[in-house]
Nanobody, 122 residues
Framework: VQLQASGGGLVQAGGFLRLSCAASERISSTYFVGWFRQAPGKEREFVGAVTNVRTYYADSVKGRFTISRDNAGNTVYLQMNALKPEDTAVYYC??????????????????WGQGTLVTVSS
């Protein structure tokens, strides 16, 4: 499955953006779809993940970001509210079947889309 992330842009602190991760085919319900981000000079960081029954979030975004998926199973969204300058990064979506204890590890995701840049100005 091929993934394509989109929706990034420049926003002021406190603002919002919605990112989309579009898949070339329906993503199996057994797969995790994860959102990660990578700021310059830093490692890729877990943001959140979704299965067909549950969502998971990093503590740094909990309460501000929401992951959802459309009924067709082809697109996963990342709604980002109350954005902060430290949210600035390239955001990536990935799909895979990591074990539950490893969902925060990007190595567990087999398929990746190209990233989309989110810049939050102060």
């Amino acid at each position: 499955v091929q993934l394509q992330a989109s929706g990034g842009g420049l926003v002021q602190a406190g603002g919002f953006l919605r990112l989309s991760c579009a898949a070339s085919e329906r993503i199996s319900s057994t797969y995790f779809v994860g959102w990660f981000r990578q700021a310059p000079g830093k490692e890729r960081e877990f943001v959140g993940a979704v299965t067909n029954v549950r969502t998971y979030y990093a503590d740094s975004v909990k309460g501000r970001f929401t992951i959802s998926r459309d009924n067709a199973g082809n697109t996963v969204y990342l709604q980002m509210n109350a954005l902060k300058p430290e949210d600035t990064a390239v955001y990536y979506c990935g799909a895979g079947r990591p074990i539950l204890s490893e969902i925060r590890n990007p190595a567990g995701y087999r398929n990746w889309g190209q990233g989309t840049l989110v810049t939050v100005s102060s």
